[in-house]
């Protein structure tokens, strides 16, 4: 898959700019999305990903060659790849597309991302792709998986640990899956997706957000990638959970009873 | 409420005698059961705790309301009265004053200056069951309450309508808008909002006869005649029981941005804050200062998450500056250009920084600072005090008093473990806390009379926001003149002949 032999890695990590997991989400009156109108920041499995591509390299030094982040948004979305930037990674891509342009869905994304690789084939390709197991937003939970099968590249889910040999070129991954955790060694190229307790992301400091901001920040549309974001999806109907009723207190047992009676319980005569 | 009550449950049982008990309590008597055969007509048996026959409870039970959440003081009542209602506020009053039987108005027992629990065996009258809220105006701001409300409530009441209490404590999940009055309380927003004496507009009192004194107006503005409720706002339940509160909320902010900022050194702060001051003016709400033996201890006892360790090698202090508008835009494009242009000098006043980027990281900056009390609660026994002196004089008053300290030989594993200093630089409040292995006669010796001599030195306060309680009276005269002091007695007097009001309070 690479056509150089030099062995330094290149790291992708797609990133997503999604609603703030504090904020307290509001579905719309028409019920065909939620309040976007709220503070936004950096899916969170996403930060992880961020921060485990910084730690890889603070581990390896200049074996790491560099750390491009990308992501899919609208213009605001460039924010958070200040915030990648300003955490460590070298450089990024925004594809971006309109304000009003529909979320794209996992299969797209994977594609797009199939497309970045490809494009950076001239910078020496990428070896590592680091993501967010799923976006808190939609919580599809498929890009990694899928971009891994377009690219018929190894796939490590749901990483809580990751060891990587450069020069074996291979990679030494804990996985978390149900009753356990799994170990797995897998041979590079590799997508790796995160799970929360892969790392704790650092914060961004002073100067080094003031350093992101002289990184380079590369503008992609769609068609410069050909291609279609266009969701195959229609989304019918967004709603609430249906509210909790709160409960009510009696004054004596007469009262319970009587109120359960009303509720259609019956004693079962034993 | 829960930080507050991990303090109170790890904090050491230690028993103090506080050496100068006041003379208030002369002439007082005590609470007897023929009292509580009156009270148990005006109150329902479950608003009365009391070890004394007919129906005793346990002495255990009265604990937590005969000592501080410090475990400092300890007074001995028999007798909690928890009244729902104003009426029946008056009425217990009424019978005390007759009875010459001392009351200790308590609210959420957060004071820091033994103000809320009794000397001796005081009544203690609780407002922890008038928790209803009266009225809101989401036109004016206008909120009416009780004053047993928790601040807290009081919040959640209000986000719904967009507004928020103007005052804000770490204390917020226990302690009461009565309280918050009765002792101005100050804390984290009063650099934006003003204290309690501007932004509370109306108080309903019970005098010391009984009496109900309604000035629960609901104005802006009402110049007519002497602003009486002015002298109940800080009198820390002396002149009178605050029963209910109009208190002119603010709306809320839309926008809240925070920057933990490290500092090479201390005289970096005040440029910092005339600088910040000048770049974020309307939308600055908080410029908080800790050194840095306060900040290790914090990260230490795992309050909030720190920054990078090797980020701040070398800082001396940090302050924490929150901003609160109702533009993100505008408020991120400002602190923006302020960050940048505190970077971008020869000789920056900050070695570095975080600006929080999610709501999360906020809250985890805020629980540094928040968390300090809890941080060096966890430390040591600590003697507080809370200080108004000349901002550019912080660090100077904290090294003289570690330096006072050593002198006496005190400075060790043994007795002072730190002298640390926090507090409001945008208000000159500042928190010199003193962490010792425990409360002994020679540690206070040699803190007092020598700190309030000290602050008097600056000519500033001894108490900025803590108030006097039980443990400053001796130490009024460092920040009063003799005649406001006489004065103040006077106004005691007049107020409440008996001497049943909190006795023992305040005034020396």
């Known amino acids: 898959m690479r056509p150089s032999a030099v062995r330094l890695l290149n790291i992708l990590v797609p990133v997503k700019r999604t609603v703030d997991y504090a904020v307290k989400i509001r579905v719309n009156p028409d019920q065909k999305g939620v309040d976007l109108n709220v503070k936004h920041s950096m899916n969170p499995f996403d930060e992880i990903a961020v921060e485990e591509a910084v730690r890889l390299r603070e581990k390896l030094k200049g074996e790491v060659k560099s750390i491009k982040v990308v992501t899919i948004g609208p213009p605001k979305a460039s924010e958070t790849l200040r915030t990648a930037l300003a955490m460590g990674a070298d450089s990024a891509i925004h594809i971006e597309v309109p304000d009003s342009a529909p979320a794209p869905e996992p299969l797209s994304v994977a594609k797009a991302l199939r497309a970045v690789i490809q494009k950076e084939k001239d910078n020496g390709g990428v070896d590592l792709v680091i993501m967010g197991k799923q976006a808190i937003d939609d919580d599809a939970g498929q890009t990694g998986q899928m971009l891994a099968g377009l690219m018929d590249w190894a796939q490590a889910t749901f990483a809580s640990k990751l060891v990587v040999d450069p020069k074996a070129k291979v990679a030494d991954v804990t996985r978390e899956i149900d009753g356990g955790l799994e170990e797995i060694k897998c041979r590079l190229p590799l997508v790796l997706t995160t799970d929360l307790r892969l790392n704790e992301p650092r914060y961004a400091s002073l100067p080094n957000i003031m ?9 992609l549309t769609p068609a410069d990638l050909e291609v279609d974001l266009t969701p195959r999806l229609e989304t019918l109907k967004v709603t609430e959970p249906p509210k909790r009723v709160g409960g009510g207190k009696v004054e004596s047992v007469d009262e319970l009873i009587t109120k359960l009676k009303e509720a259609g319980i019956t004693p079962v005569k034993s | 409420m829960f930080s507050r009550q991990l303090a109170r449950r790890v904090v050491l049982r230690a028993p103090r005698r506080w050496s100068h008990t006041p003379a208030g309590l002369a002439g007082l008597n005590s609470v007897t059961e023929e009292d509580l055969a009156h009270f148990a007509k005006i109150l329902p048996s479950s608003s009365i705790l009391s070890t004394l026959s007919p129906s005793p409870t346990s002495s255990s039970e009265l604990e937590p309301f005969n000592n501080d959440w410090m475990n400092k003081y300890h007074g001995k009542s028999t007798t909690v009265l928890k009244p729902r209602t104003t009426r029946e506020v008056s009425e217990i009053v009424k019978w005390c004053n007759q009875r010459k039987i001392g009351i200790v108005p308590q609210g959420g027992n957060t004071g820091l200056v033994g103000g809320g629990v009794p000397i001796k065996d005081e009544l203690i009258l609780s407002l922890a069951n008038m928790t209803k809220i009266r009225s809101f105006d989401d036109v004016s701001g206008i909120l009416v309450a009780d004053a047993g409300c928790i601040l807290q409530s009081l919040s959640d ?41 501007g932004s509370v507009l109306g108080l309903e009192v019970v005098l010391p006869d009984g009496t109900v004194l309604d000035q629960l107006t609901s104005l802006r503005k009402d110049n007519t005649g002497y602003d009486l409720k002015q002298l109940f706002i800080g009198a820390e339940g002396t002149l009178g029981i605050v029963t209910g509160v109009s208190i002119l909320a603010a709306p809320a902010p839309h926008a809240s941005n925070n920057v933990m900022l490290a500092l090479p050194k201390f005289e970096n702060v005040q440029p910092l804050y005339k600088e910040v001051k000048r770049q974020l003016s309307e939308i600055l709400s908080a410029f908080e200062f800790m050194d840095r033996t306060v900040y290790d201890l914090a990260v230490k006892h795992g309050q909030g998450r720190a920054l990078n360790p090797q980020d701040i090698d070398g800082a001396e202090c940090f302050v924490l500056v929150e901003t609160s508008g109702s533009n993100r835009d505008h ?16 000789e920056p006043l900050i070695n570095t920084g975080v600006l929080a980027t999610s709501p999360a990281q906020f809250s985890a900056l805020w629980a540094i600072r928040e968390g300090l009390t809890e941080a060096v609660s966890k430390e040591g026994k600590v003697y507080k005090y809370d200080i108004s002196v000349p901002r550019n004089k912080f660090q100077e008053v904290v090294d003289k008093t570690r330096e006072h300290l050593r002198s006496k030989d005190l400075l060790h594993e043994d007795a002072v473990k730190y002298v640390v200093g926090y507090g409001h630089v945008g208000d000159g409040n500042l928190h010199l806390n003193v962490i010792a292995a425990a409360y002994t006669p020679e540690i206070e010796a040699a803190l007092e009379p020598f700190v309030y001599e000290l602050v008097a030195s600056y000519k500033g306060s001894i108490s900025a926001e803590h108030g006097i309680g039980m443990m400053k009276t001796h130490a009024l005269q460092y920040s009063k003149s003799p005649t406001s002091i006489e004065w103040m007695k006077r106004i005691k007097a007049l107020f409440d002949p008996n001497g049943i009001m909190n006795p023992g309070k305040v005034l020396p």
């Open chain 2, 331 to 346: 408020d991120e494009q400002k602190l923006n250009s302020l960050l940048e242009s505190l970077m971008d000098t020869e």
């Open chain 1, 211 to 219: 350093k992101a901001k002289k990184k380079p920040i590369q503008k």
């Open chain 2, 157 to 197: 009441y209000l986000t719904p309508h967009d507004h928020v209490v103007p005052l804000d404590l770490g204390s917020k999940g226990s302690c009461q808008i009565g309280g918050n009055v009765s002792t101005n309380a100050g804390g984290l927003r009063l650099l934006r909002y003003g204290s309690l004496h």
